[in-house]
């Protein structure tokens, strides 16, 4: 099984920063791709943004020239740097792992907030 903790959601006005974390453990040798979902109140989970273990990224267009992924092999994290942020990217922000080990070979991590204020 593969444990996911996400870390630095928060409160920032429009136009700002913010910089979310995901720590994988367990069996993180499954893991080939990560990334990150969101969950605005009252829509669907939404995609974000991927990372293969090769380094390959993938962004949904609204946040591309905005949000940069990258990823730590060697400390199995994976990171989402979020710049020029607008009112409409509050949501909560979900790491997931693509693993055979995981149930339907996804694991997800428990959210962090991310509020923009306008």
């Known amino acids: 099984q593969v444990q996911l903790v996400e870390s630095g959601g928060g409160l920032v006005q429009a136009g700002g920063s913010l910089r979310l974390s995901c720590v994988a453990s367990?069996?993180?040798?499954?893991?080939?791709?990560m990334g990150w979902y969101r969950q605005a109140p009252g829509k669907q989970r939404e995609w974000v943004a991927s990372?293969?273990?090769?380094?390959?990224?993938n962004y949904v267009d609204s946040v591309k020239g905005r949000f940069t992924i990258s990823r730590d092999g060697a400390k199995n994290t994976v990171n989402l740097q979020m710049n020029s942020l607008k009112p409409e990217d509050t949501a909560v922000y979900y790491c997931?792992?693509?693993?055979?080990?995981?149930?339907?070979?996804?694991?997800w991590g428990q959210g962090t907030q991310v509020t923009v204020t306008s």
């Open positions: 990372i293969t273990s090769g380094g390959r990224s």
């Open positions: 367990g069996s993180t040798f499954s893991i080939n791709v």
């Open positions: 997931y792992a693509h693993s055979y080990s995981c149930k339907d070979q996804v694991c």
